[in-house]
């Protein structure tokens, strides 16, 4: 009978394997699934051992041999060699019948915020953070870079300027960095949808921390977003080939920004064109 005690409720690979608790050997099945398979969807219940073979995997991709020592993975691995590993730890199990990929990024981005998220109850405002280093590390050095001209060592202090020029009222220096952002964004990636645009921004303002709201009714429509700040209200409308001027018109003629035009922030109506054939902002106007 083995004196190594069960790990109960222990989800950690690491924490396993240094405390010698009892582990059931599957890295050999762990093994063949990163050899031969794709992209994988787990849809077993709590408590099954999701998070247990995510931390493996983590493990693994980082290079860990030591953990692995006696195992079957640690002889089937001829090269061990580490990856950049991104852990993202969001909940979207209640989310109903999503439509495409852009709903799921919604949709979990407002998860990261209600997990992540430190709010200000006077202004509704919500500074996202990042559950570790790691995620970080992994946002700001690798997808930043994929989907964006900021190299690694650019990324961190064009985020800084990017929330800077928001949160000081620049709406033109934010949106040249924008219009800098879309210049060399793979041509795979962009749509020809105005939909794929307004997600895009919208997954920006959120990732960087601000309160955003897309499709945001009013009495006479839909504005397409809303971008508030401790100082600042952005009402956005966007045409894709269209005109600024036509966007902003919409907005003038719809009373989009009448909800806001009372407050205690200074309110920004901006007209926005994006183009197809330069797959950029084509021209913005601010009022």
Do not use: C
């Not at 050999?28 to 699934?33: D, E, T, W």
Request: proline share 3%; no cysteine.
């Amino acid at each position: 009978m083995s004196n190594k005690i069960y790990p109960i409720g222990i989800q950690s690979f690491e924490k396993i394997r240094r405390n010698r608790y009892f582990y059931i050997d599957k890295t050999a099945l762990i093994y063949r699934l990163v050899k031969t398979g794709s992209y994988y969807f787990l849809s077993r219940p709590r408590r099954f051992g999701k998070s247990l073979l995510i931390s493996t995997l983590e493990a693994y991709f980082s290079g860990v041999r030591a953990l692995f020592e006696g195992l079957a993975l640690e002889q089937l691995e001829k090269e061990w060699k580490k990856h950049p590993v991104l852990h993202l730890d969001l909940n979207i199990g209640k989310y109903d019948t999503p439509h495409s990929l852009d709903d799921i990024l919604n949709k979990a981005l407002l998860e990261w915020e209600a997990i992540y998220g430190t709010g200000n109850s006077r202004f509704g405002i919500y500074s996202l953070g990042f559950p570790n280093r790691e995620v970080e590390e992994g946002f700001i050095r690798f997808l930043m870079p994929f989907y964006t001209r900021v190299n690694k060592a650019e990324a961190p202090f064009e985020i800084q300027k990017f929330v800077r020029e928001i949160e000081n009222g620049q709406p033109d220096a934010f949106f040249r960095r924008l219009q800098s952002f879309f210049a060399d964004t793979p041509y795979e990636l962009i749509s020809d949808l105005e939909l794929h645009y307004q997600n895009v921004l919208f997954i920006i303002f959120k990732l960087v921390g601000f309160y955003t709201e897309a499709e945001y009714h009013t009495s006479e429509g839909r504005v397409d977003l809303i971008l508030k700040t401790e100082k600042y209200v952005y009402a956005m409308e966007f045409k894709l080939e269209g005109t600024a001027e036509e966007a902003l018109q919409q907005i003038e003629e719809k009373h989009y920004a009448l909800p806001f035009e009372s407050g205690f922030r200074q309110l920004f109506k901006i007209g926005v064109n994006f183009s197809n054939r330069t797959r950029n902002i084509e021209r913005w106007i601010v009022k």
